[in-house]
């Protein structure tokens, strides 16, 4: 079994190791992980844009926190997002969100992104 970057684990049979591969995306251990992209302009204020993203996904109310009591304990980032890409048209960011199952993390990435345009109209943060 291998657990993927979604929370989720990929099921290689013995029996099938060199003709099927299988994610079993029902079995989790508690939570499903999904992706919010979002990109903006280049001369938005990209520390801010982290902060709002980090800020919206951790109030959400169906997201569930990933980490252990340790890493609690050892302060690390509740919502981590990334600079994933340098595009034409903007800056790409990921953050990497937690929920009890796909049908709700479906819903939950269509708050958030109804939730951060409003929020980013506020602070001057571009959309592309």
Do not use: W
Not at 12 to 20: D, E, G, L, R, V
Not at 47 to 53: E, H, P, S, V, Y
Not at 99 to 116: E, G, K, P, Q, Y
């Amino acid at each position: 079994m291998i657990q993927t970057l979604e929370n989720t684990r990929i099921i290689i049979p013995n029996s099938q190791m060199n003709t099927a591969v299988l994610e079993n995306i029902s079995y989790m251990h508690s939570s499903k992980a999904d992706f919010l992209y979002v990109s903006i302009a280049y001369d938005s204020d990209l520390d801010k844009a982290i902060a709002l993203i980090e800020q919206e996904v951790a109030r959400h109310p169906k997201y569930c926190d990933p980490r252990s009591q340790q890493e609690k304990e050892e302060g690390v980032t509740e919502v981590i997002v990334r600079v994933t890409d340098f595009k034409d048209s903007g800056i790409e960011l990921r953050s990497t969100v937690y929920s009890n199952d796909n049908s709700t993390c479906f819903i939950m990435l269509s708050d958030l992104r109804i939730a951060l345009k409003p929020r980013f109209d506020e602070e001057g943060i571009e959309m592309h």
